[in-house]
């Protein structure tokens, strides 16, 4: 059996997709090859579909002060406190394709601290690893040390809607042992030259 087979261990079964869904899928496959088994997770409830997509996209690829590559790595770095197999995987593969650098992806999937990040990337995951671990510490001090190093107040809510997210989706995960995609696995594992 195939890692990635079933993408969950719920057996829910499909919905069927609404025109903007179909598309949705269409235009992954096309892009990707395959359809992330995230999105076939949620395509029982096409509503719950809808809405993942939908938020997920206005994080992650919507314009923002923070770099599809730094949302990518919060998205690693909040993962591999949650341990979340699935978004470690996926996560891991884009930050290794958005850097062209293998050995950072890496890093972020076993520990950020052993990056070597800038003083923005480095401030900006403490702040998300922070609120992963003990958001009730989370205090002025904290969003203070993201303005040091240039994060506008816009995108300290950036770093926290990301934060936030992959916390959710790395429980939801968690709980229907969600399984990525065998792909992700072997992408960007060579340096772009």
Known sequence: MRDDEPAIALPLPP???DAANRAYFDKCLDKLGFIPNVLAAYAFD???LSAFAAMYNDLMLAPSGLSKLEREMIAV???SVNRCYYCLTAHGAAVRQLSGDPILGEQLVMNYRAARLDARQRAMLDFAVK???RPHEVEEADREALRRVGFSERDIWDVAA???FFNMSNRIAAATDMRPNEAYHSQARTPKA
């Open 131 to 133: 609120l992963t671990e």
């Open 77 to 79: 770095a909040v993962s």
């Open 15 to 17: 919905a069927e997709l």
């Open 162 to 164: 990301v934060t936030g």
């Open 46 to 48: 096409v509503a719950k």
